[in-house]
């Protein structure tokens, strides 16, 4: 018997590499977008580095941003301020999400005894949402430390950190109920009908999901926070950009500035590519392709 | 079935209920006694899911009477958690529980609302799977199964609870063809054990084959309750045969 089938070969299929005509394309196509990428990115950066000397101000910038002595000596000094940031973030985040998630729950309550709590979570959410963090901040780091309270209970540490959760846990709740309204109904009637109560539904068959769902926005959140924290300086501590404006005045020098963003770039980065990465394996797992 | 000695498991008197101004019940009468299987049948938007929810109380009746075992369960304000217990519910999409193991899937009420201890749940929920040849499924996820397997593991989850009564709703409308049979044998074996079942269903070959009654809902309104042969031999009404004739000429029976 013949093996090969008259006409066959006319037909589209395989080239000698056992490609198909599509493998081809999209490898062509691949190295058609590598080679562009590479020369624009060229070109922008080749123009941002000829043309910014060119300006009349640069030789001033470059020596009150771009200093290298001042970095060298501040930078150290800039990263054990910097532990301070983290410590606050460190013992603000469990908070900012336990209050958070328990004013998503508040705000899905429906017993009617319990509506105080839900008009107080309502509103709750609006207004630490409305307010801008730097508000919050000053009128609680300023104002309860103002009722005459005494040690440890007048630190602003702790009320720039309150401050903080009151104002993070605000979006977090937010966030939770979006979770938590984005489980379909139909699960809840599935757990409900085996006879589970509505608590219970919650607890063991919502929530979890819920909860899954919000991880990359919650992430979101929190590197956001970190960069907040930063705000707490405006009512005393010295954390990192408190010392870096500290180390500004004292060197008459912006490059303090500079060593202090570059400690969050370092810090939030990662945190960001860390939330890309579970969004992406996220989108995989609802089995969606990227539309390009 | 109208042996005046035996009562009803549940009976429906004059249930209403509507969405809105849309009347999705009116007037729904029926009495379904022990062991008895009855197959709901009717055009999309008849009523029958809507039927069945409201005898697990997922959707409270506007007016009229659910009883089961002779015992008002529409009454407002009930507990309806103790009631669902003894009321199994099959769905159309399964709705297992995607972040749970098929295992827990099916031991969680056994857990949660029957109160057995963990071991002894998993033990039911094993030997359930393993009776619907599901053994080597117990550490999946729902997500890796097909939806004849899946839709088997939500019948199992059911039957944990060992309900009095089963309600399937439409539990083959959204399976390939080709897995509606392991589905339907899973309800041969029911039936044989005498489980007291309403379904709602587009099988038509399947409702005549298992039904003791196949009743056809139009609107809203029960207008012929009958025997198998005679609902598909010789309806009553009108209507019925209009429908079958659809049925006919759109080839699903």
Known sequence: MNATVPGMSDLPGTDASGLTRRQIFERRQRRRSIVVAALSTTVVIAAIVILVPMTPGWYRVRRSFFNGETFAETFPRLLDAFVLDLKIFAWCAPFILLWGLLLALARGVRTPALFPLRLFATAYTDVFRGVPVILTILLVGFGVPGLGLSRPWNSPYLWGSVALVLAYSAYVAEVFRAGIESVHESQRAAARSLGLSSGRTMRHVVLPQAIRRVVPPLMNDMVSLQKDVALISLIGPIEVLRQAGIDKSKFANFTPYLGAALLFILLTIPETRLVDHLQNRQRRRTGATAIR | ?253
């Open chain 2, 1 to 253: 079935m109208s042996d005046p000695t035996i009562d009803p498991k549940i009976s429906l008197r004059a249930v209403r209920k509507s969405f809105g101004d849309r009347q999705v019940l009116r007037d729904v009468s029926i009495d379904i006694f022990p062991s008895e299987v009855i197959a709901f049948v009717g055009s999309s938007g008849s009523g029958k899911s809507t039927l069945l929810r409201c005898v697990n109380l997922l959707e409270p009746v506007d007016d009229g009477v659910v009883l089961l075992d002779g015992v008002d369960i529409s009454t407002p304000g009930l507990d309806a958690d103790p009631i669902r217990r003894r009321i199994g519910m099959v769905f159309q999409s399964f709705n297992l529980f995607p972040h749970l193991s098929v295992l827990d899937n099916v031991a969680l009420a056994p857990h949660r609302v029957a109160g057995l201890k963990r071991p002894a749940a998993r033990e039911r929920a094993e030997r359930l799977l393993t009776r619907f040849g599901l053994a080597d499924k117990t550490g999946a996820y729902p997500d890796q199964l097909s939806g004849g397997q899946q839709q088997r593991v939500a019948i199992a989850r059911s039957l944990a609870m060992e309900p009095e009564v089963m309600l399937l709703d439409e539990i083959t409308s959204a399976l390939d063809p080709e897995l509606v049979g392991e589905v339907l044998d899973v309800v041969r074996e029911l039936k044989r054990q005498g489980m007291t079942m309403l379904l709602a269903t587009h099988e038509m070959a399947f409702a005549r084959e298992i039904a003791d009654r196949v009743c056809l809902l139009h609107e809203g309104s029960i207008l012929e309750c009958s025997p198998p042969a005679q609902f598909f031999g010789s309806p009553r009404e009108e209507r019925t045969r209009q429908f079958l004739q659809r049925v006919i000429d759109s080839g699903r029976m």
